[in-house]
């Protein structure tokens, strides 16, 4: 045990209330999307909120996932509303992105600011929007469109005898 009355010295810890856990912006986030969100948490000192730093290369290489990826954590993050971009980055003057955590209160010069948990305002339906809502789908398809003027179709035939695929010959 540490000090009287305080935690083991068991370091540092990322406390994520329920609400944030059990949210549905949180249950569909991918795999690499919470390893991104929980590097960043790793990041965040209580006093540096908007100025949370971590490039896509630093990503990529603290968690040994591609640069792509990790592309795609920080905008789908964004979209469900986890962090919020303040600064971008600048490649030429070595400068990595400074990011909001948006379940944190964050510190300004005219004083402290609740966390804006823009995370709750996230809902599937928002995501995916009523192109993708099966309800929205038609069960019965279109009629198909009437030939356009022309030849009718023949099938395809090739105009060699050679095999194609690895060209080795058998």
Excluded: C
């Excluded at 600064?87 to 010069?109: F, N, V």
Aim: charged share 25%.
């Amino acid at each position: 045990m540490g000090k009287k009355g305080g935690r083991p010295q068991e370091g540092q810890y990322v406390p994520l209330p329920y609400a944030v856990l059990k949210s549905a912006a949180w249950r569909s986030l991918s795999g690499a999307a919470v390893k991104v969100f929980l590097e960043l948490h790793t990041r965040f000192n209580g006093g540096n909120n908007g100025r949370v730093r971590l490039s896509m290369n630093e990503a990529a290489d603290a968690l040994g996932i591609g640069k792509a990826t990790v592309q795609r954590s920080f905008v789908e993050l964004q979209d469900k509303g986890f962090i919020v971009l303040t600064t971008p980055g600048a490649w030429y003057h070595r400068r990595a992105h400074e990011w909001r955590l948006t379940i944190k209160p964050m510190q300004t010069s005219k004083g402290r600011i609740s966390p804006t948990n823009d995370w709750k305002n996230w809902s599937e339906k928002t995501e995916r929007g009523s192109d993708t809502d099966p309800s929205a789908v038609r069960m019965v398809p279109p009629q198909n469109p009437k030939p356009v003027s022309g030849s009718a179709t023949e099938p395809v035939r090739a105009n060699s005898t050679r095999r194609l695929g690895s060209g080795m010959e058998h």
